[in-house]
């Protein structure tokens, strides 16, 4: 079983070669016009907004079961608002060491981003839940009050154990009813659950992506003498986090990286990462709320999704 004590010790401990390498960029290789850039080097912003993420993640992790809803929808909203922080700017830092074509207009960041292929234009916290629906429409989690994150046993499809997770209140429309009132709407008689495996685990796999695809950024540009395959420890050891968070948020579930990250022929998309889960053999915890995942949140043949383009 996990380890309750094992901490994410690369918030104090950025990846020492990416963040050093970044740190040599001098500013006429600076290239993006983002403003934050005036008022910091690239990578102490990349060093902050890191450390943030990786404490709200921290801090979700360290929950213990039967916490206080109040508190764990806090913890939840305060770690997607952290990662979007995180991927905003890291979308930003790998412009920056991107020179432009003389022929072709430099453009905001986020439209470069979406012109080359590097992201869709959604945030991170719909980029993370799109694939299972767990968010009509385009709206962000950050946006519900801390009552619509709601605590719950998840029960996978043709199967007999649950996972622990929770499922989103949507606030209605003309904000006139109450938000635990206001459910994402039912799909096949069923509300729709997101487990803490899929959430935590997803979001390592989008670091670990973003931070290799700036070291291959920078050792293209010759900033870099560390390849991607040669830097096995790009960020965070996932499979060490898998151990220390299972016993707390899903004690049935054990997570196997079954996947590699690699990049497509068109540089734009990664190949997917999977994770596959193992039903473990006893059950030390219980909540009140069991719902039964519908087919948008199902992870087919136990295979948890990432994002696809």
């Known amino acids: 079983m996990g380890n309750k004590n094992i901490s994410l010790n690369s918030k104090n401990n ?11 960029l001098p500013p006429e290789k600076i290239y993006s016009d983002a403003h934050c850039f005036q008022l910091s080097h690239p990578a102490d912003i990349l060093n902050s907004v890191f450390k943030r993420v990786i404490s709200a993640l921290e801090e979700l992790i360290l929950l213990k079961n039967g916490e206080q809803k109040l508190k764990l929808g806090t913890s939840i909203r305060n770690f997607l ?3 979007d922080n995180f991927y905003d700017n890291m979308f930003n830092i790998i412009l920056s060491t991107k020179k432009p074509t003389v022929d072709k207009e430099f453009r905001t960041s986020r439209e470069a981003i979406l012109g080359h292929g590097y992201h869709d234009g959604i945030t991170f916290s719909q980029h993370t839940l799109k694939e299972s629906s767990f968010i009509s ?12 994150f709601n605590p719950c046993e998840i029960r996978y499809p043709q199967s007999t154990y649950h996972v622990h997770g929770f499922f989103i209140g949507v606030l209605s429309k003309d904000d006139m009813m109450e938000p635990h009132k206001a459910f994402h709407p039912l799909y096949k008689g069923l509300y729709t659950g997101i487990s803490y495996n899929f959430l935590i685990i997803k979001t390592i796999s989008l670091l670990y992506f973003y931070c290799k695809k700036l070291n291959k950024v920078l050792f293209n540009n010759k900033l870099s003498q560390t390849t991607c395959e040669q830097n096995n420890n790009i960020i ?18 054990y997570t196997k990286i079954c996947g590699k990250f690699e990049f497509t022929k068109r540089g734009s998309l990664v190949i997917d990462p999977t994770y596959k889960t193992e039903k473990c ?5 219980h909540l009140s709320n069991l719902i039964t995942v519908n087919d948008r949140t199902r992870h087919g043949n136990s295979i948890i999704p990432y994002f696809r383009g």
Do not use: G, M
């Open 81 to 83: 608002d952290a990662a």
């Open 236 to 253: 965070l050891p996932a499979k060490i986090v898998c151990l220390s968070v299972q016993e707390i948020f899903f004690p049935d579930e």
């Open 281 to 285: 053999e006893h059950t030390s915890w």
């Open 137 to 148: 429409d385009r709206n962000n989690a950050s946006k519900h009050d801390n009552i619509s």
């Open 14 to 24: 950025f990846n020492l070669d990416l963040y050093t390498n970044l740190s040599c």
